[in-house]
C-alpha cells in the first residue's frame, strides 16, 4: 500500500549535482530502499492528483480483456499482442528481464522487426507481414505470430588486474510463425525500462538536450538528438524514438496490449492478418483521451528513490572516479526541468538522472542493426542510472542493458564501446579497490 506523506522524489543536496533540492518541492526526503521504491509519487499532491495518480496507477496494473466482455471499460485486448497488462513488463515499475533458457518464453522481452527504408520514412519500415513488433501472443480466433527462441552466446573478458568477467549476447531464431516467413529482417531485443522519473525527463527543455548535443567533449564522445518525422526531437525509448512521454505510452498500449488509444486509433493488424483485422474490437478507441490522462499523470509523477550512502568514503571516491573516468560525459549527473504547464510540479527542478538523453554509438558488440531516423543501429539512448542500486531489490535480480544481456554492472560496463571505449579502458585497467569504489557509487544512485 502506498502511504502517502514524504516520498523519495527529493535528493539530497550534499553536493551540487546530488539530485532535487530539498526546497524545491514540498515535503521532506525521505529514503525507500525496499521493494516499493519505484511505487511512489512525487511530494505534494493534493487529494485532486492523489485520484488522478491512483486512477492511472490501476490503468498501468489493470490486465485487459477479449472484446466483447462484460466490462466494456477494459475490453480489447489484441487481436495480436505480447502481455495483459502494462505492468507484466515493467514489474514493480522496474526493469524487465529476459529469458534464461531457450525453453523459457519472454515475459517482460520484446522484438522489434522492420527491414530496410527510406531515410524518409526513419531507415527502417515495418515488416510487410508482422510489422514493427513481434506478437507471441492472440486472442481466440486469430493465429499468433509465432516463438521467438533466446539463445545466450558466451565469451571472456580479463581485466588488468587478472579478474575474469563472463559476458553474453543474444541469438534469437523462430518458429511456428504465423504469416509466412520472416525473410531478410532486422530483430532488435528489448527489455521493460524502469519507468521512475518520467515526467522529470519530458520537462527537460529541447534547447537543453540541443545545447548538450552540440558540446565539444573529451574522448570523442559525441552526443546526438534522435530527430523524428518532422524534425521532432525524440527522448523515450531505447533509441529515443519517442518524442514525449504520452507518446511513448500509447505506442506501448498498442505494441504490446493491442489497445488502440486516440494517437493509434487503428489496430496492430497488418493487411495479410484477415482474422486481426475482422477481430472485435473493445471501441474507437480502447483506450479514451482521460484515461490515457490518467496513465500519462500516473508515470509522470512517479518518484525517483533517494540516494543511500552518500557518506561513506567508497562512495564519495567512486564518485570522483565515475567523472575521472569519463562516464560522466553521457552519464551527465544533473539537468534541470523547464516550464511544465501541464504538470507543474515538476517545472524548474534541478534533477540527477545521470543521462543526456542522447544517442552514442556504442560500438559493434551492442550493436542491433536496426536504425531508427537518425539512430544508427549502433546508437543508443543513455539510459538513466537513477535508482539503478536498487534494481536487485525491486525485481529481484539485477539484468541491465537494452536487451538484459549484462548480469552486473560490471558486465554491463565492458560492453561498452564505440564513444565509451576509452571510458571503458580506464575502468578494465583499474584495481580491485578503485572498481569497487566506482561500481558502489553507481549503486548508491
Not at 521504491?37 to 487529494?47: C, I, K, N, S, T
Request: aromatic share 6%; glycine share 12%.
Amino acid at each position: 500500500m502506498i502511504r502517502w506523506g514524504a516520498v523519495g522524489l527529493i535528493l539530497a543536496c550534499l553536493f551540487p549535482v546530488a539530485g532535487i533540492c530539498a526546497g524545491e518541492m514540498s515535503g521532506v526526503p525521505a529514503v525507500d530502499a525496499g521493494r516499493d521504491a519505484f511505487l511512489r509519487p512525487v511530494a505534494g499532491l493534493d487529494e485532486d492528483e492523489r485520484e488522478r495518480f491512483f486512477r492511472g496507477r490501476a490503468l498501468f496494473n489493470q490486465s485487459w480483456v477479449v472484446a466483447p466482455a462484460r466490462d466494456d471499460r477494459v475490453d480489447g485486448l489484441g487481436p495480436l499482442y505480447n502481455r495483459l497488462a502494462c505492468v507484466s513488463c515493467h514489474a514493480r515499475n522496474g526493469r524487465g528481464v529476459p529469458p534464461e533458457s531457450p525453453g523459457e518464453r519472454m515475459q517482460s522481452m520484446l522484438l522489434r522487426l522492420s527491414v530496410p527504408g527510406r531515410p524518409a520514412e526513419g531507415g527502417v519500415r515495418p515488416h510487410p507481414a508482422y510489422g514493427e513488433q513481434f506478437n507471441e501472443e492472440a486472442i481466440p480466433g486469430v493465429p499468433p505470430e509465432g516463438r521467438a527462441v533466446l539463445r545466450w552466446v558466451e565469451s571472456r573478458r580479463r581485466l588488468a588486474d587478472g579478474t575474469l568477467v563472463r559476458l553474453r549476447q543474444p541469438r534469437i531464431t523462430f518458429r511456428e510463425l504465423g504469416y509466412g516467413p520472416l525473410g531478410r529482417v532486422l530483430v532488435s531485443p528489448r527489455v521493460g525500462q524502469q519507468v521512475v522519473g518520467m515526467g522529470l525527463l519530458d520537462a527537460v527543455p529541447v534547447a537543453t538536450l540541443e545545447a548538450l548535443a552540440a558540446e565539444r567533449r573529451p574522448d570523442g564522445v559525441k552526443g546526438q538528438l534522435n530527430r523524428l518525422a518532422g524534425g521532432v526531437p525524440g527522448r523515450f525509448g531505447h533509441k529515443a524514438n519517442m518524442p514525449d512521454l504520452r507518446a511513448q505510452i500509447a505506442g506501448a498500449f498498442l505494441g504490446d496490449l493491442g489497445i488502440t488509444s486516440p494517437l493509434h486509433p487503428q489496430e496492430n493488424c497488418q493487411p495479410v492478418q484477415r482474422a486481426c483485422r475482422q477481430a472485435p474490437d473493445g471501441g474507437r478507441p480502447e483506450l479514451g483521451a482521460a484515461e490515457l490522462d490518467d496513465v500519462e499523470f500516473y508515470l509522470a509523477h512517479l518518484a525517483v528513490p533517494a540516494r543511500r550512502d552518500e557518506d561513506v568514503p567508497a562512495v564519495r571516491r567512486g564518485e570522483a572516479l565515475f567523472s575521472a573516468v569519463g562516464c560522466a560525459g553521457c552519464h551527465r549527473p544533473q539537468l534541470r526541468t523547464g516550464d511544465s504547464p501541464r504538470f507543474p510540479r515538476l517545472a524548474g527542478l534541478t534533477i540527477a538522472p545521470y543521462s543526456d538523453l542522447l544517442l552514442h554509438d556504442m560500438g559493434p558488440g551492442l550493436g542491433d542493426g536496426r536504425p531508427d531516423f537518425q539512430a544508427s543501429g549502433r546508437a543508443w539512448r543513455t539510459p538513466p542510472l537513477w535508482g539503478i542500486g536498487l534494481t536487485r531489490t525491486v525485481s529481484e535480480v539485477e539484468r541491465y542493458l537494452h536487451d538484459g544481456r549484462a548480469r552486473s554492472l560490471t558486465e554491463a560496463i565492458l560492453w561498452h564501446d564505440g564513444e565509451a571505449r576509452r571510458a571503458r579502458q580506464r575502468f578494465e585497467r583499474m584495481g580491485r579497490a578503485e572498481r569497487d569504489a566506482l561500481l558502489a557509487f553507481v549503486k548508491s544512485l
